[in-house]
């Protein structure tokens, strides 16, 4: 079986600060790993993805996230915070087989004080 | 914008009542999900068709059904309201099973 934890609810930064939201997955199979953000009253918007190849990659509006297998995680990087950061971020697995839905994270919501 | 589409964007109804919600994919995306956000259970996900086939099921109550048809879009059908059922519901959609999900605006139920 497949999961995701996301370690804090709640992660507050000043603005210009480096941004670190932790994710660790669980996956009997080769993980496809994903990065959503979310605003208030929004859908979910794709940051970034990990499937095969490169283990650092690059995503939308400056985030970054590195996949090491021997400790099971995804974490989320951005050097620097900006006030349009400030929304709850969720890391998700791809269920394996032939089945393709999410497996999500239950988010981390992100402060950024001026 | 992702190009998935739900309607309608809110929806108020009473308990014991029965509400549709729909989506339209992406232009040429094949494979459709439905997921409930609430803030107890967090996204959890309902079901998933491709290509007008159910494919698999998650965590979804008896009460609630699905469809996708020729055209793509897909319905899903929410009966015997509960006070529980209140919740954000998203539909998103992928080229395949293999490809990135793109997420709709979602459709918030409140059950009263």
């Known amino acids: 079986a497949q999961s995701v934890t996301q370690l804090g609810s709640h992660v507050s930064v000043s603005e210009g600060a480096l941004v670190l939201l932790r994710c660790n997955y669980s996956s009997s199979v080769p993980p496809y790993l994903f990065w959503y953000v979310q605003y208030p009253n929004q859908g979910l918007q794709l940051l970034l993805k990990?499937?095969?190849?490169?283990?650092l990659v690059k995503g939308i509006n400056g985030f970054e996230a590195e996949f090491k297998k021997s400790e099971t995680s995804f974490h989320l990087t951005k050097p620097s915070a900006h006030m349009s950061d400030a929304a709850e971020y969720f890391c998700?697995?791809?269920?394996?087989?032939?089945?393709?839905?999410?497996?999500f994270g239950k988010g981390t919501k992100l402060s950024v004080k001026p | 914008d992702s190009g998935v589409t739900q309607t309608p964007k809110h929806l108020i109804t009473a308990t014991g009542q029965r509400v549709t919600l729909r989506c339209s994919p992406r232009s040429g995306d094949l494979s459709v999900y439905w997921y409930q956000q609430s803030l107890d259970q967090g996204l959890q996900f309902l079901i998933q068709y491709y290509n007008g086939e159910e494919r698999a099921k998650g965590n979804i109550l008896e009460r609630f059904s699905a469809q996708q048809f020729p055209d793509l879009h897909s319905e899903l059908n929410l009966s015997s309201l509960e006070l529980g059922d209140s919740a954000l519901y998203f539909c998103a959609s992928s080229r395949d099973i293999y490809n990135e999900q793109f997420f709709g605006p979602g459709t918030r139920l409140t059950v009263l």
């Open positions: 990990y499937t095969t190849g490169a283990t």
């Open positions: 998700a697995v791809r269920r394996g087989g032939s089945q393709g839905n999410l497996i």
